[in-house]
């Protein structure tokens, strides 16, 4: 009997050498990028300091730093807040990435398509022009529904078109196309927001605080536990829709809670952050190579890794430029576009 024929022959997601060596590697990733920008700053903080003073809020640690009053108010109440943020945005938007594209046995796949971004985008612009004086938090709240009433319409739109994800992906882009028709047609009546809007559109992390991340905490909790407990299901779609039903599963709901829990996702990361591209294909796709296509793997290691590069480009933004920032999503577009076309020339390469 040949071993290595039955490594070969276990089931893709099996927790074997690479998957473990995969989770490692995406622990480490957000490791460094936590304390790479925590590190980094207009503030010069001393980095055995700082990591000692990390590892003091581990529960039942206690340990001893000589940080500061004040660098301890810079690490605690401004870096790490938008740390938190900038990790639990980028898993998300990953996350949903991977998920659309279970769904959709597409791998160029994201929010984007299905309605998700230009509802943000719309509901943002509408809060902004229309609803400056309801407070700070009249965007977010905007950008929320907005994203999830996008990818509604385009669900129900897709229904009434027939069964099938073409036809579903198709709704999306018809949607997504006249919602952003509404909102250049907002925009030219208001030209003097076009600037705050903008802004809005290109992503930013400046204002986060804890309040921010306790808001998104219970979506986050919620939208990512059914997407990764849809994992073994996704791999299961993945081969047909009669083989998923000759086991007993109803594609058609799955789909439809895969969906929302992934605009969920959507919708919560857009509502603090803005529009951010991207990311929801290029770590996906990362995620593939590193791992294997499992949905069980693909999954929560697209949180991981989404989580460390959101991180990574958001301390980019915050410093290439400073005092000024860059938009997020400025850094997301340059770092990803060639790291997309490096993804897509070696599959093509793997298929040669």
């Known amino acids: 009997m040949n071993p290595g024929a039955d490594r070969d022959a276990r089931p893709a997601g099996h927790p074997g050498r690479r998957t473990a060596r995969a989770y490692g590697i995406a622990a480490a990733f957000l490791v460094v990028a936590v304390l790479g920008s925590a590190l980094v700053g207009a503030a010069d903080l001393n980095p055995l300091a700082t990591v000692t003073a990390l ?53 160029l796949v994201d929010s ?11 509901g943002a612009t509408v809060a902004i022009v ?17 994203a999830l009433a996008g990818v509604a319409v385009a669900y129900a739109a897709g229904a009434v078109g027939g069964p099938g994800t073409a036809t579903l992906l198709l709704a999306g882009l018809a949607v997504g196309m006249f919602l952003t028709a509404i909102q250049t047609f907002v925009l030219q009546r208001s030209a003097q927001d076009i600037q705050q809007v903008y802004s809005w559109l290109l992503g930013s992390l400046a204002t986060a605080g804890w309040g ?33 039903r000759s086991l007993g599963l109803h594609p058609g709901r799955i789909r439809l809670l895969v969906v929302s829990a992934c605009a969920l996702a959507a919708a919560t990361a857009v509502a603090v952050s803005g529009l951010i591209g991207f990311v929801g294909i290029i770590v996906p796709h990362a995620v593939r190579r590193l791992a294997g296509t499992s949905y069980r793997v693909v999954l929560p290691l697209s949180l991981l890794f989404g989580a ?28 990803g576009s060639p790291v997309f076309i490096w993804i897509l020339r070696g599959t093509r390469s793997v298929h040669t």
């Open 212 to 244: 921010q991340v306790g808001e998104i905490l219970p979506y986050t909790a919620v939208s990512t536990l059914v997407v990764l407990l849809h994992g073994r299901h996704l791999d299961v779609l993945s081969v047909g829709d009669e083989e998923a």
């Open 130 to 146: 229309y609803l400056g004086g309801a407070g700070p938090s009249a965007v977010p709240v905007a950008a929320f529904v907005g």
């Open 308 to 335: 460390g590069f959101l991180v990574l480009a958001d301390t980019l933004a915050r410093t290439v430029l400073a005092p000024g920032e860059l938009p997020i999503g400025v850094v997301t577009a340059l770092v």
């Open 55 to 107: 590892l003091d809020r581990i529960p039942f640690v206690d340990l001893h730093s000589s940080l500061s009053p004040l660098d301890r108010a810079v690490l605690y109440q401004i870096r790490m807040p938008r740390i938190v943020l900038g990790a639990l945005v980028g898993g998300l938007l990953s996350l949903a990435g991977a998920g659309y594209q279970g769904v959709f046995r597409n791998p």
């Open 112 to 122: 984007g398509l299905l309605g998700a971004s230009a509802g943000a985008g719309l």
